[in-house]
């Protein structure tokens, strides 16, 4: 079982939909979660962090954190092209490297 | 504000030559990562820095695989006779030390062995 677990997609949605990215991660030690966004050929660029249980919003998105099911998600609202990317999910554990996903390939169609 | 540079951001050797690579981080963060980045997969963590300290290394980091940050500011990755397998994009992130600070990445080099 791999440490960060993430739908590799395409996830296909239309413009102004809602589209929602899960992860799930194996180490119930893991004390940090983080969002990233990497456009093709580019470097990652940091969107969401989240400590807590619950819910974090900021502008379009949402981190999602349930500890208990070991679950972390991204929501983005009114998606748009430019949406239109790959999305790491990274999980901190006691140590301070990130474990990344494979990521999640994002395709906002007009 | 600037962020975290790194140079060069493409770099074409031969199999078995030397290469470096550079990472400036941001200016007030004292924690510095190494991670490196396949096709088709998240960053895989090699190496990290506190200051001048290295203090963690992956088993990924293999001994033909160097990391120094000398002064606690820039850092440098080596890598002593390239092999195919380190056609990668090798990619620096800095942070602050306190708690658990979100790590901010670089533009990332480019390797690409012939």
């Known amino acids: 079982q791999k440490e960060v677990e993430q739908n590799s997609g395409p996830l296909s949605v239309p413009e102004g939909a809602i589209a929602s990215l899960n992860c799930t991660y194996s180490?119930?030690?893991?004390?940090?979660f983080f969002w990233y966004r990497q456009y093709s050929g580019k470097s990652p660029e940091l969107i969401m962090f989240?400590?807590?249980?619950g819910d974090k919003e900021d502008g379009r998105f949402t981190a999602q954190l349930n500890k208990a099911s070991q679950y972390v998600s991204l929501l983005i609202r009114d998606s748009q092209p430019s949406d239109s990317a790959t999305y790491l999910c990274a999980v901190n554990h006691n140590t301070d490297k990130l474990i990344f996903g494979t990521g999640t390939r994002l395709q906002v169609f007009p | 504000d600037t962020g975290v540079s790194q140079n060069p951001r493409h770099k074409i050797t031969k199999r078995g030559q030397n290469v470096t690579f550079r990472c400036d981080p941001i200016s007030e963060h004292n924690r510095l990562y190494w991670y490196r980045q396949t096709l088709g997969q998240g960053p895989e963590f090699l190496t990290y820095f506190q200051n001048e300290a290295q203090l963690e290394k992956s088993r990924l980091l293999s001994d033909r695989f160097s990391a120094e940050r000398p002064k606690g500011s820039f850092s440098t990755l080596e890598i002593q006779r390239t092999e195919q397998g380190d056609s990668a994009m090798y990619l620096c992130?800095?942070?602050?030390?306190?708690?658990?600070?979100?790590?901010?990445f670089g533009d990332g080099t480019r390797l690409s062995i012939l």
């Open positions: 180490d119930r030690g893991s004390q940090s």
């Open positions: 992130a800095s942070s602050l030390a306190t708690g658990n600070q979100p790590q901010h």
């Open positions: 989240i400590y807590s249980n």
